[in-house]
């Protein structure tokens, strides 16, 4: 299977500790997003990458997220001083696009649920 | 920036029956409309989509409408089945995408 790989699959972790995610996209995508999901809403845009580079970062990604795609492949996401609102699904999707920054087709994992006790 | 309202929230259909999902967005730059399902502990699959220069678009038992006039477009699936069950998003991008809240699909075998 060649999709989206998250890992790890679930996090649990006390509130103020630091949590780091791993996203793996499809290989020949250029794009990588970062999308939080909580229960019973669709998922809502944090940030998102053109190869290497962070070309935008929704204004819920406060100061405590920070997200990188080193060369350009795998991405992570880390949480640091981790508070109980950050308790949600954290997707990862991956698209092949030339064009506009979400006009394609998105390519999601099967996310990494984070609970902050 | 974009607002998409989707509605019903819940749709529980009988087997054989047809579900229809419908999407308002507000931004009328709107260009792009994918329609996800997502499965429990999963994550959303695009299922299809449709851009603004086109009005309807089929894939067997799915299609798509959209009404660019009103601002507003449609899931449709014909011929339910009991694996349709899943949650299903809309959509709309112009720049940012945005999703709706979800409409959970019940189909009652």
């Known amino acids: ?117 | 920036g974009e607002n998409v309202e989707q509605h019903p929230s819940t749709l529980s259909v009988q087997e054989g029956d047809s579900a229809v999902i419908k999407c308002t967005y507000s931004d009328s730059a709107s260009n792009y409309f994918p329609w996800y399902k997502q499965e429990l502990g999963k994550g959303p699959q695009l299922i299809i989509d449709i851009r603004s220069n086109v009005g309807e678009k089929k894939d067997q038992r799915i299609a798509v409408t959209l009404n660019k006039t009103a601002k507003h477009f449609s899931l449709h699936i014909t011929e339910t089945q009991p694996e349709d069950s899943a949650v299903y998003f809309c959509a709309a991008s112009v720049g940012d995408m945005r999703f709706g809240a979800g409409t959970r699909l019940t189909v009652k075998p």
């Open chain 1, 1 to 117: 299977d060649t999709g989206v790989s998250q890992d790890p699959r679930h996090k649990i972790t006390k509130r103020g500790q630091n949590v780091t995610f791993r996203c793996d996209p499809i290989s020949e995508h250029n794009r990588l997003y970062w999308y939080r999901q909580t229960l019973g809403q669709g998922p809502e845009f944090l940030t998102y990458f053109q190869n290497e580079a962070q070309l935008e970062k929704s204004r819920l990604l406060s100061d405590r997220f920070s997200a990188e795609r080193p060369k350009g492949s795998f991405s992570t996401l880390e949480i640091q001083r981790t508070e109980q609102g950050d308790s949600a699904m954290y997707l990862c999707a991956s698209s092949l696009s030339t064009g506009g920054r979400h006009n394609s087709p998105l390519h999601f994992g099967n996310g990494t649920r984070l609970t902050v006790t």
